[in-house]
């Protein structure tokens, strides 16, 4: 049985179909192809079928630059949505009162080293590297750093029980972020 750094068990989780329990490298091709759907999701500004992504319960977090271990209890996110808050961003980035939205940027997701480094009760902890780009009005922004998962992989599809996007950037710049990381 595959062990990943830390020493938790990869495959050997019950909650997990069989296929996939006895197969790491099929896990995470999954695991990658659903984070690849979510990024093609939001690249098309599908925000609808993204938000179909999360499970009921789920939250979204981005901490402030340069903390990535920061409570949304005690610090000031950029994002701190739970379930609710999510939906009502998505609903509202789809309206044309959005209009750091209105019309909409052109936007382009890159994810990079998935690794699964958790699994338990079909709940897998799951990291990766992103870059985004957002161009707007002839300006292109550059978002990148880690995000880091929580995805229930015993449901069909996998939904996202959690989601923090860490940014590597020490400040924003134009100091706001109006898209979905």
């Known amino acids: 049985m595959a062990r990943p750094p830390g020493g938790r068990v990869v495959n050997g989780d019950v909650g997990l179909p069989a296929s996939l329990r006895n197969d790491t490298a099929a896990l995470r091709a999954r695991m990658e192809d659903f984070l690849y ?3 093609d999701l939001l690249d098309e500004w599908k925000i609808e079928e993204w938000f179909a992504l999360f499970a009921e319960g789920a939250t979204y977090e981005v901490p402030p630059t340069g903390s990535d271990e920061s409570d949304p209890a005690t610090s000031l996110f950029y994002i701190a949505d739970d379930y609710v808050r999510l939906r009502e961003r998505v609903v509202r980035l789809t309206k044309k ?16 080293n998935v690794r699964i480094t958790g699994l338990s009760e079909g709940v ?4 990766c590297n992103f870059v985004t780009y957002r161009a707007k009005r002839g300006v ?22 959690s989601k923090r996007s860490v ?15």
């Open 167 to 181: 940014l590597a950037m020490d400040m924003l710049y134009p100091g706001k972020l109006t898209i979905i990381i």
């Open 140 to 161: 292109v922004d550059t978002y990148y750093g880690k995000h880091v998962y929580r995805i229930d992989v015993s449901a069909e599809p996998f939904r996202i029980k």
């Open 124 to 127: 897998a902890d799951v990291s």
């Open 97 to 112: 009162e959005a209009h750091s939205e209105f019309p909409r940027s052109q936007q382009r997701h890159m994810i990079s």
């Open 37 to 39: 759907l979510e990024a």
